[in-house]
């Protein structure tokens, strides 16, 4: 008789146990994804990480000949947001991290490159390269000079201060970003249309 009730217990179990699968199963199946999402973020906390490159509005810096002595030639590109440049690439980062933006909370960003590329035509041509700066936000200074008439994309030299500085910028998402260049004045004449893009880092957790 004791046998037999454990046998009956063991069964009453595992029936309780179909049954509570089955609801459950159930209720995934009648999820829409995005519920899931919200399912799975009340349940775990999840990390998410992706790499995004944020290419800013290109630049055209010239001096004319029949300019009068200055010291330097200076153009500025359209101010920006990070959260613009950030819903500008939300197609890519979503596919990284595997969820909408909305379910995201950005807990850190951090600046991984500086790139650059350019074109450049100047008289004399005996001049072999154009000393240039890359301003940010008007206070970040980088070496930016130009040697010869075009370059791919290559990274711009950093120290450790610019680095920080620019991952001070990146803590903000709705700060203005703006970038200057701005070129000596050693040729008579020059034509420079010059790009660049930040390469980061975007961590945050669901």
């Known amino acids: 008789m004791g046998q037999s009730n454990k046998n009956l217990a063991k069964t009453m179990i595992h029936v309780g146990l179909t049954v509570v699968l089955g609801f459950f199963l159930f209720g995934m199946v009648s999820c829409s994804s ?45 101010p920006t947001t990070l959260q613009t440049l950030i819903n500008e690439a939300q197609a890519d980062i979503e596919d990284q991290f595997g969820y909408s933006l ?7 960003i951090t600046v991984d490159y500086v790139d650059a590329a350019y074109t450049a035509v100047w008289t004399p041509s005996s001049i072999t390269s154009i000393s240039c700066t890359l301003t940010i936000n008007d206070e970040l200074s980088i070496d930016a000079q130009v040697s ?23 803590d903000n998402l709705s700060q203005p970003l703006t970038y200057c260049l701005s070129c000596s004045d050693d040729p008579d004449s020059y034509t420079i249309d010059y790009s660049i893009r930040i390469g980061v880092t975007i961590k945050g957790n669901i």
Request: glycine fraction near 4%; charge should be negative.
């Open 148 to 170: 010869g008439t075009s370059s791919d994309w290559s990274a711009l030299s950093l120290t450790q201060d610019q680095i920080n500085t620019i991952n001070g910028y990146l």
């Open 34 to 78: 995005d519920d899931l999402e919200d399912l799975v973020a009340d349940v775990v906390n999840v990390d998410v990480e992706a790499q995004a490159e944020f290419e800013l509005d290109p630049v055209t810096v010239q001096k004319s000949s029949t300019l009068s002595v200055i010291s330097a030639v200076q153009e500025c590109g359209e």
């Open 102 to 108: 909305d379910n995201v909370d950005i807990t850190d």
